[in-house]
């Protein structure tokens, strides 16, 4: 599929409102109007999924603790529906988007992108919006507030600036104006961890962020590649086109796994998602297959999920695709509890089919590939010290001003590398 980033589109954002209570209210309408939470019925342990609007107003929100919220207000009613039903509308909500355009980018189970620009020549976007809202609430008793813009980012935020059943277009030139009065944590893609500590440093408003006279407090908090790449989304910088294979892995193998515990901890995470790269990985080598992308799935106590891939070269090598899903992980993960984790090996081929070499080490067994890659950081090591190679995230600290204490520039030491690994 073609990416460019030059021709103007016109992307919407959907977003489901209070998807879950949407889906316990039809399966129950005299839920409907009434103070309601998802969670772990008839119990006090646990905490709230989500909740209903009505619930909001008594200051009860995710991520609160049963405990509490029945401190706010006794009586809540605690509702807990099979996963599967859910599944449900989303997949009437997919089919239901199929009507209007065929490229969609599912986000997570109640969100998702769509490219409307060859729709919007026939109809004003605004027209399809409200058509779509609308039937969406009468036809499937879904609310959903859509944002539209030129960029998926932009129209994420526009989805985001008015619920229940808003609709808001950001155009790039409009973007600063819109959004600068909204408070710093409404920024699409600053965990939970960072804003407050923004906050601290004075940044309370994306005009806050803006305001380049702030920089400096605000690469305290964060590196500058972050930075760049946030203010770049905010000014209308970024993704234009629809990733159709962002959520989908063709001839995968994969695994999830559901925790009854809590998980925050990246530590934690990393440790649980690579005794699920082993397990799958172990069937990736016996079937003798070749994987091109690495995906992952975090699940959060709300049910959001989120799925990202990343295709790099075709691999068996075990540590080179974890890191792959290391990355991943790190670049998305956002500080959230997660109750169920996933990662999966796709694109395969089997080895013979792969005509050429698919990595540095791809015509060496196992052995032959450790002891090739043991004997490369010795020798590295000897050469430049003992603190000159890092692995994983750690390679992140190998930079100019590290290395140049070993009396040698970054890109000398890797082109060094490189040049040690090729003979």
């Given at each position: 599929?073609?990416?460019?980033?030059?021709?103007?589109?016109?992307?919407?954002?959907?977003?489901?409102?209070?998807?879950?209570?949407?889906?316990?209210?039809?399966?129950?309408?005299?839920?409907?109007?009434?103070?309601?939470?998802?969670?772990?019925?008839?119990?006090?342990?646990?905490?709230?999924?989500?909740?209903?609007?009505?619930?909001?107003?008594?200051?009860?929100?995710?991520?609160?603790?049963?405990?509490?919220?029945?401190?706010?207000?006794?009586?809540?009613?605690i509702?807990?529906?099979?996963?599967?039903?859910y599944?449900?509308?989303h997949?009437?909500?997919?089919?239901?988007?199929?009507?209007?355009?065929?490229?969609?980018e599912?986000?997570?189970?109640?969100?998702?992108?769509?490219?409307?620009?060859?729709?919007?020549?026939?109809?004003?976007?605004?027209?399809?919006?409200?058509?779509?809202?609308?039937?969406?609430?009468?036809?499937?008793?879904?609310?959903?507030?859509?944002?539209?813009?030129?960029?998926?980012?932009?129209?994420?935020?526009?989805?985001?600036?008015?619920?229940?059943?808003?609709?808001?277009v950001?155009?790039?030139?409009e973007?600063?104006?819109?959004?600068?009065?909204?408070?710093?944590?409404?920024?699409?893609?600053?965990g939970?961890k960072?804003?407050?500590?923004?906050?601290?440093k004075?940044?309370?408003?994306?005009?806050?962020?803006?305001?380049t006279?702030?920089?400096?407090?605000?690469?305290?908090?964060?590196?500058?590649?972050?930075?760049?790449?946030?203010?770049?989304k905010?000014?209308?910088?970024?993704?234009?086109?629809i990733?159709?294979?962002?959520?989908?892995?063709?001839?995968?193998?994969?695994?999830?796994?559901?925790?009854?515990?809590?998980?925050?901890?990246?530590?934690?995470?990393?440790?649980?998602?690579?005794?699920?790269?082993?397990?799958?990985?172990?069937?990736?080598?016996?079937?003798?297959?070749?994987?091109?992308?690495?995906?992952?799935?975090?699940?959060d106590?709300?049910?959001?999920?989120?799925?990202?891939?990343?295709?790099?070269?075709?691999s068996?090598?075990?540590?080179?695709?974890?890191?792959?899903?290391?990355?991943?992980?790190?670049d998305?993960?956002?500080?959230?509890?997660?109750?169920?984790?996933?990662?999966?090996?796709?694109?395969?081929?089997?080895?013979?089919?792969?005509?050429?070499?698919?990595?540095?080490?791809?015509?060496?067994?196992?052995?032959?590939?450790?002891?090739?890659?043991?004997?490369?950081?010795?020798?590295?090591?000897?050469?430049?010290?003992?603190?000159?190679?890092?692995?994983?995230?750690?390679?992140?600290?190998?930079?100019?001003?590290?290395?140049?204490?070993?009396?040698?520039?970054?890109?000398?030491?890797?082109?060094?590398?490189?040049?040690?690994?090729?003979?």
């Open positions: 599929m073609e990416k460019n980033q030059n021709k103007a589109k016109i992307i919407f954002h959907i977003d489901l409102n209070a998807f879950f209570c949407a889906v316990a209210e039809i399966y129950n309408p005299a839920l409907r109007n009434t103070a309601f939470a998802i969670g772990r019925e008839n119990s006090n342990y646990g905490v709230i999924s989500t909740c209903s609007y009505e619930a909001r107003k008594y200051k009860i929100h995710s991520g609160m603790s049963l405990k509490e919220a029945f401190s706010l207000l006794p009586n809540l009613n509702v807990s529906l099979p996963y599967e039903k599944v449900y509308y997949n009437k909500f997919i089919d239901f988007l199929k009507e209007y355009t065929s490229l969609i599912v986000a997570s189970i109640d969100e998702a992108y769509l490219d409307m620009t060859e729709a919007s020549k026939q109809r004003h976007p605004l027209v399809l919006a409200k058509e779509m809202q609308t039937r969406l609430l009468k036809e499937l008793k879904l609310s959903s507030s859509i944002g539209i813009a030129p960029t998926l980012y932009l129209a994420k935020m526009g989805s985001d600036y008015k619920k229940p059943l808003g609709i808001t950001i155009r790039k030139r973007a600063k104006e819109i959004l600068s009065s909204l408070p710093v944590k409404d920024i699409h893609g600053i939970k960072t804003y407050p500590l923004l906050m601290e004075g940044i309370n408003t994306i005009g806050d962020f803006y305001n006279n702030n920089k400096d407090k605000i690469l305290e908090v964060m590196s500058l590649e972050y930075y760049t790449e946030i203010l770049d905010l000014n209308g910088n970024s993704r234009n086109y990733d159709l294979d962002r959520n989908s892995v063709s001839e995968s193998i994969s695994t999830m796994k559901t925790f009854d515990r809590r998980l925050n901890s990246e530590d934690e995470i990393l440790y649980e998602l690579r005794l699920l790269a082993k397990d799958i990985h172990k069937r990736l080598v016996k079937e003798n297959y070749l994987a091109k992308t690495v995906s992952i799935t975090l699940r106590i709300n049910f959001k999920t989120v799925t990202r891939s990343k295709s790099l070269e075709y068996d090598d075990f540590y080179y695709l974890f890191d792959i899903a290391t990355d991943l992980f790190l998305n993960y956002n500080g959230s509890y997660l109750r169920l984790i996933g990662i999966g090996f796709g694109n395969l081929i089997k080895n013979d089919e792969l005509e050429e070499d698919y990595n540095l080490f791809s015509n060496l067994d196992n052995k032959e590939k450790t002891a090739k890659i043991s004997s490369l950081i010795e020798d590295f090591k000897n050469r430049f010290g003992s603190y000159a190679l890092f692995f994983g995230k750690d390679s992140k600290n190998l930079t100019t001003s590290s290395t140049s204490k070993l009396g040698v520039e970054a890109p000398e030491v890797m082109d060094t590398l490189f040049t040690k690994v090729k003979s």
